[in-house]
């Protein structure tokens, strides 16, 4: 089975600019969730979608927002974008609750 | 609400020698509990997880740990460091009481030296 894909892997913006992540689970699994991680911060959760409805969300600006498609794939935008959002964005999904996440390498943005 | 603290934010061991990388929790209800280890410029990888059957896990690469209600612990252990066992641990709390949320700790970073 494929694991969790994430693109692009890298990307580089400039502030004010919004961009677009996309996440592709593993086949079956109906719940994607996003992390955001930082050295300074760790690693954060930022939401979780299931069946196309976000079902928990992290305390991160409405700046953030993601989406789930019918075949369970993910986009997460952010718009307006601020010199702090330069972090690696790590994708993970689950076939549902109680169970293990298994993440996606990540996408590296950098907002110069 | 649920939180994770890793009590040492970095550990050194020599190889052959065991490993204790300490977690303790607090969640409001029953909650599942893991650990990933992360090598540097790759991904996270499952170590093991907790889900309310035995309290001493069993994961891959011969680590393990023990879940103790009363300590709120979750520490992970490893009888004998190998040189590859060097990365970064994170310990993980989840509450599915609605939806999946996993709380990270904020990481302990393994070194083996020879």
């Known amino acids: 089975k494929a694991g969790v894909t994430q693109t692009p892997r890298y990307l580089i913006k400039t502030r004010g600019q919004q961009v677009t992540l996309s996440c592709s689970p593993i086949?079956?699994?109906?719940?994607v969730s996003w992390y955001q991680q930082t050295p300074g911060q760790g690693l954060q959760f930022l939401f979780e979608y299931f069946s196309e409805t976000q079902r928990n969300k992290g305390n991160f600006p409405g700046r953030f927002s993601g989406r789930q498609f019918s075949n369970s794939r993910s986009e997460m935008n952010v718009s307006t974008l601020e010199l702090g959002d330069s972090a690696l964005y790590l994708c993970?999904?689950?076939?549902?609750?109680?169970?293990?996440?298994?993440f996606g390498p990540g996408t590296r943005l950098t907002v110069l | 609400a649920q939180s994770v603290t890793q009590l040492d934010s970095h550990v050194s061991v020599s190889e052959g020698t065991p490993v204790l990388l300490r977690c303790n929790y607090s969640s409001s209800y029953s909650p599942s509990l893991f650990w990933y280890v992360q090598h540097p410029n790759k991904g996270l990888q499952l170590l093991l997880k907790?889900?309310?059957?035995?309290?001493l896990v069993k994961g891959i690469n011969g680590f393990e740990a023990e879940f103790k209600k009363s300590e709120t612990s979750f520490h992970l252990t490893k009888p004998s460091a190998h040189m590859s066992d060097a990365a970064e641990y994170f310990c993980?709390?989840?509450?599915?009481?609605?939806?999946?949320?996993?709380?990270f700790g904020p990481g302990t970073r393994l070194s083996v030296l020879p």
């Open positions: 907790y889900t309310s059957a035995a309290t």
């Open positions: 993970a999904s689950s076939p549902g609750l109680d169970n293990e996440q298994f």
């Open positions: 993980v709390v989840s509450e599915s009481n609605y939806g999946q949320n996993f709380v």
């Open positions: 086949s079956g699994h109906r719940s």
